[in-house]
């Protein structure tokens, strides 16, 4: 049987990977404000929204609510991405474990600051694209 602490830590799982998604989605349709989400994923968020009111007694806010059949990619993927960060803090065990090591799936900002790394997350494919020049263009020294 799965705790809820577990339970709520697949949600959030979930949650990061639409959100992901959806935001992919949303650039591949050149970022157009009427590309509206699958079904599927609309209705999946619906389920992980109403099966986190289940879990968590206290009640969820009234902040977060179902969303209709009609909104955007974008929509989606922020929809998303607040309802993982209004919980992700208090889920204990936030880091994933993959191939024996613990990797933190936050952002770390102070780790790649001496690098010149953007403020925020979101912020980081721009910057990769920035520097894809100047590294490309970097002397490789082969290992001897």
């Known amino acids: 049987m799965i705790t809820a602490n577990k ?19 949303h650039f591949m349709n050149g970022g157009a404000a009427n590309d509206q989400a699958d079904a599927y994923s609309i209705g999946q ?3 992980i929204l109403e ?3 289940a879990i968590d007694t206290s009640g969820l806010p ?3 609510a179902p969303l209709p059949d009609t ?8 929809a998303c991405r607040d309802l993982s960060a209004y919980y992700e803090d208090e889920v204990s065990g936030s880091k994933i474990n993959w191939n024996g090591f613990s990797v ?3 952002f770390d900002k102070s780790a790649f ?3 010149g790394m953007p403020e925020e ?4 494919g721009h910057f990769i694209r920035e520097k894809i020049a100047e590294w490309q263009e970097r002397k490789r020294v082969k290992p001897e």
């Open 45 to 47: 968020y619906n389920r």
């Open 71 to 78: 909104v955007s990619w974008s929509t989606l993927g922020n």
């Open 51 to 53: 099966r986190i009111h």
């Open 113 to 115: 600051r001496p690098h």
């Open 62 to 64: 009234s902040l977060f």
């Open 7 to 25: 339970e709520m830590q697949k949600l959030l799982n979930v949650l990061h990977r639409m959100a992901r998604t959806a935001r992919m989605n």
């Open 121 to 124: 997350v979101s912020e980081l």
């Open 104 to 106: 933190d799936y936050r």
